[in-house]
């Protein structure tokens, strides 16, 4: 009953045009496991999987009562028009696994909560317009493969706890105003790394050489950053490497 409620009422919250898109959600003794469009419930007849992709729902998810959602387990609002900030109450959803808030208008730091989502191996809040700094609750997220922060407003420095994750297969922080090193752990650490992605950021300092420990690694793109220094040659270790774009740097050396 506490989900009904808590997803009717983010439904009410939802522009005119939004809450029609989703008439199947209903007070009227529909089952949400069977009707409700976007939404599918586990074998405990919990709401599990919330999948309202490309739907072009307008509203705020800070109206979204997630603490009443605590059997979620995939989230997926991919390509809407969501706006305001990320509820801290996000961190109730301590059973989630799968995260996909791309390609909406959120805005605002991400909260610390976000720490507490520690099953978690899909995140992505890429082009979005979140703004502060990466939080060092994200290091406590142990199990992601896929992390996606990129396009946004993001500040600061690469903090090196990304170097905890090491199931990391996926790293994209692209296009957003991180400034400072780049850090050794994210390529002493992270050995199952096969795409890195930090172009179009402030970055400054040379790339480590422990880059060329990741031997999985297919895909560096560091473009658009103020690294200087020589090209590490351990990057010739690099045999899976397919792309490799260091374009609009001060780097030298060959490769």
């Given amino acids: 009953e506490n989900e009904v409620v808590a997803l009717l009422k983010w439904k009410a919250s939802l522009d005119v045009n939004s809450q029609s898109l989703l008439s199947s959600w209903d007070s009227n003794g529909s089952n949400p496991c069977n009707t409700w469009i976007g939404i599918r419930c586990n074998k405990a007849g919990r709401v599990g999987y919330v999948k309202l992709s490309d739907f072009g729902l307008r509203g705020r ?23 305001g900030t990320i509820p801290s109450n996000i961190g109730n959803l301590s059973k989630l696994h799968y995260l996909d808030l791309a390609l909406n208008f ?16 899909y995140f992505s809040l890429y082009h979005n317009n979140i703004t502060g700094s990466i939080p060092q609750q994200i290091g406590l997220l142990r199990k992601l493969v896929t ?10 420095i690469i903090p090196s706890f ?4 090491t199931h990391l297969y996926f790293l994209a922080l692209p296009n957003n105003g991180l400034s400072g090193c780049i850090p050794s752990t994210i390529f002493s650490n992270l050995t199952n790394l096969q795409y890195l992605y930090l172009y179009s950021n402030q970055l400054s300092g040379p790339i480590p050489g422990e880059v060329g420990m ?6 560096l793109e560091l473009a ?8 590490p040659a351990s990057i010739g270790n690099l045999s899976n490497l397919i792309d490799l774009i260091l374009r609009v740097n001060q780097l030298s050396g060959l490769i």
């Fill in 61 to 83: 998810l800070h109206d979204l009562d997630f603490s009443s959602l605590n059997h979620v387990v995939y989230l997926d609002m991919f390509n809407n028009s969501l706006y």
């Fill in 147 to 156: 992390f996606d922060l990129g396009f946004n407003y993001i500040t600061g």
């Fill in 106 to 121: 959120l805005s605002g730091p991400i909260p610390p909560e976000i720490g507490l989502l520690t099953n978690v191996w």
């Fill in 214 to 219: 990741v031997r999985s690694l297919r895909d």
């Fill in 224 to 231: 658009d950053n103020h690294l200087t220094g020589q090209i």
């Fill in 162 to 165: 990304i170097g905890n994750l």
